[in-house]
């Protein structure tokens, strides 16, 4: 079965744009959540979704937004991007009333 | 507040030296600790779960283990391919469906040959 998969790999903005990550969970997996890694620390929660309404929300502001769609793919949008921003950003899924959560690969995003 | 510290920051061992990574947590309601490894530039890859105090799980070479305050990552004789950050989790209680894992720093764990 495949994994978490997510698009795209690798992303080059400037200050100011908006950006768009997508995510598919594993087949079957109704809950999506949203994880972003600065270099050298561990990942901080953004967003939990599950059934397409949002479940959990971390500590960051507006400018960070996220749905799920009716196949529990997901989009995460990031509007008018800070150097700050540069990260890993992960997105895992997990089974209804499951406690584990497996991470995809990551989009690395870059802010100039 | 919860919060999940782990030490060292960096481990270097021998191929075949066995060694300990430390989680300590601070915790309001523990749903679960979890152990995930990540390689460089990659997602982390899930390990273990633990619920409750003496619960122990084996995976190869890696045994977890949990105490009400801190959770254990025992690596024994380790091989070149262990080499890999390793992050402890915990998941909060305290009501609410959200999933939130609150993540450490990592352990940076190089074995050499």
């Known amino acids: 079965d495949a994994g978490v998969t997510q698009s795209p790999t690798h992303l080059i903005k400037t200050r100011g744009q908006q950006v768009t990550l997508r995510c598919s969970p594993i087949?079957?997996?109704?809950?999506v959540s949203w994880y972003q890694q600065v270099l050298g620390q561990g990942p901080q929660f953004i967003f939990q979704y599950y059934e397409k309404e949002e479940r959990g929300r971390g500590n960051f502001p507006d400018r960070f937004s996220a749905r799920q769609f009716p196949n529990y793919s997901s989009e995460l949008n990031v509007n008018a991007l800070l150097l700050g921003d540069s990260a890993l950003y992960l997105c895992a899924s997990s089974l209804q009333g499951a406690v584990e959560q497996y991470f995809g690969p990551g989009t690395r995003l870059t802010v100039t | 507040e919860d919060q999940v510290t782990q030490s060292p920051e960096a481990l270097r061992l021998q191929e075949g030296e066995s060694s300990s990574l430390n989680c300590s947590y601070t915790v309001s309601g523990l749903r679960g600790l979890f152990w995930y490894r990540q390689d460089p530039g990659k997602g982390p890859e899930f390990l273990f779960t633990?619920?409750?105090a003496g619960e122990e799980k084996e995976k190869e070479r890696l045994k977890a283990t949990l105490t009400k305050k801190e959770s254990f990552l025992h690596i024994t004789a380790p091989k070149p391919e262990d080499s890999a950050t390793y992050l402890c989790a915990v998941r909060p209680g305290g009501g609410g469906a959200t999933n939130k894992l609150i993540f450490g720093t990592g352990t940076l764990l190089a074995v050499q040959p």
């Open positions: 633990l619920y409750s």
């Open positions: 087949s079957g997996h109704k809950s």
